[in-house]
């Protein structure tokens, strides 16, 4: 079964505001990754993020991580046109391989 | 250093035929990760190899696919009597000998294959 799920499924947001993007999933996880896909191209990692931590920053990307919750967020600040593209939450558990969601389809208008 | 490189691009196979996709991981990368990819879906997993070894297999389709990573050379994704539902786009992806399936996964550009 599906383990993380991205919510919203799509997301339209003018040029310049923030963009916030949430996984939640359903078992214990060792790390949950952030990926991002452009139209008809591959995946980009953005941000690892471990069981252990909470919060995690690169660039105008901040990730946190609610273990109670079992979700995370993806925030992207000050967003720009070339951020339009499909955003992937993953997740690890114990040895079974990365459980990608859906993803959320980010439009950002110039 | 080369990113992770796999052919073809596109592929295009009439039903019945095989499809072969290659893919070369980042060097010094010996493992490697397979995926499919529906329109508008996540990438469900299928495949992992370490260098002449199938680690986890349990996302392939019991028939007409396999896989392999040679000692030398791309792995390999092969698809036999390739049927309308396999139409994808099909991932690699490679991580360094450290960590393995805890750690960052590097894409490729994947291949898209249309079975008509």
């Known amino acids: 079964s599906q383990q993380g799920e991205e919510d919203p499924q799509a997301l339209s947001i003018q040029e310049g505001e923030n963009a916030t993007m949430n996984c939640s999933y359903k078992?214990?996880?060792?790390?949950l990754q952030w990926y991002r896909q452009n139209s008809g191209r591959g995946l980009v990692h953005l941000i690892l993020?471990?069981?252990?931590?909470r919060e995690k920053h690169s660039g105008r990307l901040r990730v946190t991580l609610d273990t109670s919750k079992k979700s995370s967020s993806l925030l992207i600040t000050a967003s720009r046109a070339a951020d339009t593209a499909s955003y992937f939450c993953?997740?690890?558990?114990?040895?079974?391989?990365?459980?990608f969601g859906k993803g959320t389809r980010l439009s950002v208008i110039a | 250093n080369a990113g992770v490189m796999q052919n073809p691009r596109h592929l295009v196979r009439r039903r019945g035929q095989e499809a072969r996709l290659r893919c070369s991981p980042m060097?010094?990368?010996?493992?490697v990760y397979w995926y499919r990819q529906l329109p508008e879906e996540g990438l469900k997993f299928m495949v992992y190899?370490?260098?002449?070894?199938?680690?986890?297999e349990s996302g392939m389709p019991k028939e007409r696919f396999s896989a392999e990573f040679p000692k030398e050379g791309p792995s390999i994704l092969r698809i036999q009597q390739v049927v309308r539902g396999d139409s994808a786009a099909y991932f690699c992806?490679?991580?360094?000998?450290?960590?393995?399936?805890?750690?960052?996964?590097?894409f490729g550009p994947g291949t898209r294959l249309l079975v008509l």
């Open positions: 060097k010094g990368h010996s493992h």
């Open positions: 993953a997740t690890i558990t114990g040895n079974t391989p990365l459980v």
């Open positions: 078992t214990s996880i060792n790390n």
């Open positions: 190899l370490q260098k002449e070894n199938i680690i986890d």
């Open positions: 992806a490679s991580s360094p000998p450290s960590g393995g399936l805890q750690e960052t996964q590097y």
């Open positions: 993020i471990r069981s252990n931590e």
